[in-house]
């Protein structure tokens, strides 16, 4: 989560969601606990849009942004370690078969 809101600025609605049963609520409902979550913890910061203010915008604390990059070194240094077992043409291959994967999913799930 801290990667999402460090790739944008994210926005949680606010807006009273009635049916407990819409998977929108629900998801909505965890969301928000994730976030206080992160509040409480000084990794990001929460305040009401100006333009809009049944919405908060929620960004990363200068907290969040020192453990997102210590959390990306470790990944990218796991990633480095874990793909070591290929060799360079194999890597491309498997880039290129991610990106393609990628693509099909952004035109399924967009």
Known sequence: MITLVNDRVGYIPLEAQWDRFNPAYVRGCAEKVIVDNLVERGFVLRKQDQLDRRRVVISLSAAGRRTTRHLEAIISKMEHEFLTALNAA???RLYELLEKLKTRA???FA
């Open 106 to 108: 952004d035109q399924i």
């Open 90 to 92: 194999e890597r491309q």
